[in-house]
C-alpha cells in the first residue's frame, strides 16, 4: 500500500474510531471531535457506510430545529474469531464488529504438551465449535492469543514450554494458507493490553499492562498503540532473576505465578489445594499461611514494577491476575513499592488492579483483530 494510501486509510479509521467511542455522533459532532474538515468527514462517512461498517442510528433536531443525522458502528460489519489456547485448554468466541460476543467455546484436554499437528487440529475443532463447519466463509479475520513468546508482526510462535516440538512454528502464515484469512498472533498479555485500550482505558493509551498467570509478563502502551521490541521479546518480566548471583536465585515467575504459589501451599501443610482460588479464598479469610506466600509475590513483583516505573514512567500500570484483588497483597504490594521505587514516580503512577476473567481470553484475542484492521485513534 502506497503512504498516500496508507495516509488515507488512518484517517478513515480514525473518523470510524471516533464514531466507535462516540456513538449517535452527528456529522457536524464527528467534525468537532475528529479535527477534520466537514469535506472530509462527509466523503469518509460515505465511504464506511458505502462499506458497511457504520450506519446512520436515527435523527435528531439541533439547536436551531434541523435534522441531525446520527451514526454508529455496524455490528455487521465485520465478524471476527478469537481463540485463546494453552495446551490443556482452548477457549474461542465470535464477536461481531460492536464488540459483541456471539457464540462461545471451550474445550480442556489431558496432558501438559501437545504436538505441533495437535495445534492445528484443536484450532480447527474451536473453528467448528463456533460455526458449526471448518469454513470460515463470512469471518473477517482470526485472532490467535497464545502463551510462550510469540513473534508479533510475523505470528510465529517462537517457545512454549507446553509445545512437544521445540522448532518455531509460524502459526499465521500456516492458518492463513489454510483458511484464506487475515490471521493476528501475539501473545497473552500483548492481547490483553489492546483489550484493554478497546474497551475499558477512559484515556490517551500511556500505559503498561502486567498480567500474572503461571508466569508474568507485560505490554506497554504508548500513545495508543502499542510498543514491541525486538521480535517482541519485550515484556517478559517472569525471566527477571531475583537475587542475582545467589546459589539459588528465583525467578520472578517462580515467586509470583499461580503455580508456584499454589505449590508452595502445598509444601506447607495445604495439600488439598489445587488451584489459586483457593489460596485466594483462604487469603481473604485472612490465613496466615496465604498470607505470607502473597506477601513473598507482593515484594517480588513489586521490584519488577519499580523497574518499569523507573525506566518507563507510564501515567499508569494495570496489574491484572486472579489474586491481585485480596486486600492484604494490594497493601503490601503498595508498601514495597515505598522500598524499591523513588518516591516523586511512584506518587505519579497509578495503579489499578484487574480480577482475571477467565471468559475474557478469546475475546481479548477477537480484540486483536479489530486492533490490527481498523483500530487508529490519532490523526495522521
Known sequence: ????????????????????????????????????SMEVVLNY?????????IYQSKERGDKIGRKAECYRINPQGAMFIGIKFIARKFQGVLMNFAGE???TYEKNYSGKTMTREQLFERIDDCITGLLGKS???????MGISAPGLVNFDGGVLKKYQGMADTEEIPVREILENKYGINV?????????????????????????????GDGCSSALMYEDKLFCGVESFDGELGYIRLGCGAEK?????????????VEKMQKNGFAGLSDIADVVELANQENGQA???????????????????????????????DYVMVPSFKADLLNFLKTYCMKEIQDRVLLKFIKNEKSDNAFDAAQLCFYKQFYNMKLT
Not at 498516500?4 to 452527528?26: H, Y
Not at 501475539?186 to 478497546?198: E, N, R, V, W
Open 184 to 212: 493476528y498472533v501475539c501473545g497473552t498479555t500483548k492481547a490483553k493490553a489492546i483489550s484493554y485500550q478497546l474497551t475499558k482505558s477512559d484515556g490517551e493509551g500511556d500505559y503498561a499492562y502486567v498480567f500474572i
Open 249 to 261: 536465585a528465583e525467578y520472578l515467575k517462580d515467586v509470583i505465578g499461580n503455580g508456584a504459589i
Open 1 to 36: 500500500m502506497i503512504m498516500t494510501e496508507k495516509r488515507k486509510m488512518g484517517r478513515i479509521n480514525f473518523v470510524l474510531n471516533t464514531i466507535k467511542k462516540n456513538p449517535d455522533s452527528s456529522k457536524s459532532e464527528i467534525k468537532k471531535l475528529s479535527g477534520l
Open 101 to 103: 460476543i456471539l457464540k
Open 291 to 321: 498470607c505470607l506466600v502473597l506477601k513473598n509475590a507482593a515484594e517480588a513483583l513489586a521490584y519488577a514494577l519499580s523497574m518499569i516505573m523507573l525506566i518507563h514512567a507510564p501515567k499508569e500500570i494495570i496489574i491484572c491476575g
Open 135 to 141: 469454513s470460515l466463509t463470512g469471518i473477517t479475520a
Open 45 to 53: 462517512i460515505d465511504y464506511l457506510t458505502k462499506e458497511g461498517l
